[in-house]
């Protein structure tokens, strides 16, 4: 069953005079159950994608389609969007002095029950939920009623992070690992977080400049991402191919 659909799809970003198509002609097909793992040059349009995906300001779509269990997610507004499950890592990367991080993820968890016409979640419930997760995480309990990333280790934002997502339980989820430098423990923070969430009805697409974080969540197909579009698809050892051949090889190949 395929979750995510995105068919010929074209986005601009910036200001209208000065809009650049940044995602030209791309078609890609997440299924459930299935962790899809996308690569390519910096500057290819990687985050641009999860953005158009996600509905940020800024970005425009011009052409073509994404739909998430058949439904039209670019007609939604970013709200609707997260309620029906789409997760996209980094959504909260910013420092919010004055809220906790548990207050934070109540509210968030909320807005989504609210918009699915749920209601809230219990205060008892939530502490309860939040409780297991973060001994699973190993998080301090006290960590979490600190403000959200307010002078937290690049360690512990990860796995505040995976936190944040664990408690959001979203249907289909977006990480994108920018090309920060993630050191071994961090990546293994998130590729554990990621291997925990693979469940048979969520589908997860992996941003990665490096092949490194792959070798610990192991994705049922890589792509490459080149030039706004899909140029290339294969299996995990697509991704050993690009770390040794580096880009040139593959784009050189469909060009
Ligand atoms: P990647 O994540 O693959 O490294 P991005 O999606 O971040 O690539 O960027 C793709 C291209 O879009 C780059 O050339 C970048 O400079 C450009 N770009 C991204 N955001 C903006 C913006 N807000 N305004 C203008 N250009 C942008
Ligand atoms: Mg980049
Ligand atoms: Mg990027």
Do not use: C, W
Not at 65 to 81: F, H, K, Q, V, Y
Not at 126 to 140: H, T, V
Not at 229 to 244: C, D, M, N, S, V
């Amino acid at each position: 069953r395929t979750m995510l659909k995105i068919e010929n799809l074209t986005a601009t970003v910036g200001e209208e005079d000065e809009a650049k198509t940044i995602i030209n002609g791309l078609d890609l097909e997440v299924p459930a159950g299935e962790v899809h793992a996308i690569m390519g040059p910096n500057g290819a349009g990687k985050s641009t994608l999860s953005y158009v995906l996600t509905g940020r300001d800024g970005y425009e779509v011009t052409g073509g389609s994404a739909t998430l269990n058949g439904e039209d997610i670019l007609g939604m507004d970013p709200e609707e969007r997260a309620a029906k499950g789409l997760f996209l890592s980094f959504q909260y990367p910013v420092e919010i002095p004055g809220v906790p991080v548990m207050t934070f993820v109540r509210a968030a968890m909320n807005s989504q029950r609210k918009a699915r016409g749920e209601d809230e979640i219990s205060a008892p419930d939530f502490i309860k939920k939040s409780r297991e997760l973060g001994q699973k995480l190993k998080l301090d309990a006290d960590m979490l009623k600190r403000p959200l990333n307010v002078g937290f280790s690049g360690g512990e934002k990860k796995r505040l992070e995976i936190y944040q997502m664990m408690m959001l339980e979203p249907k289909f989820l977006i990480l994108d690992e920018t090309d920060s430098g993630l050191d071994i423990d961090a990546l293994k923070t998130v590729s554990d977080g990621v291997n925990a969430m693979r469940s048979p009805d969520r589908g997860m697409l992996v941003i990665t400049h490096y092949q490194r974080l792959l070798d610990h969540i192991q994705p049922d197909k890589v792509h490459v991402l080149a030039k706004g579009r899909i140029i290339a698809t294969g299996g995990p050892e697509l991704a050993h191919r690009l770390e040794k051949e580096g880009y040139d090889g593959v784009l050189g190949e469909v060009a």
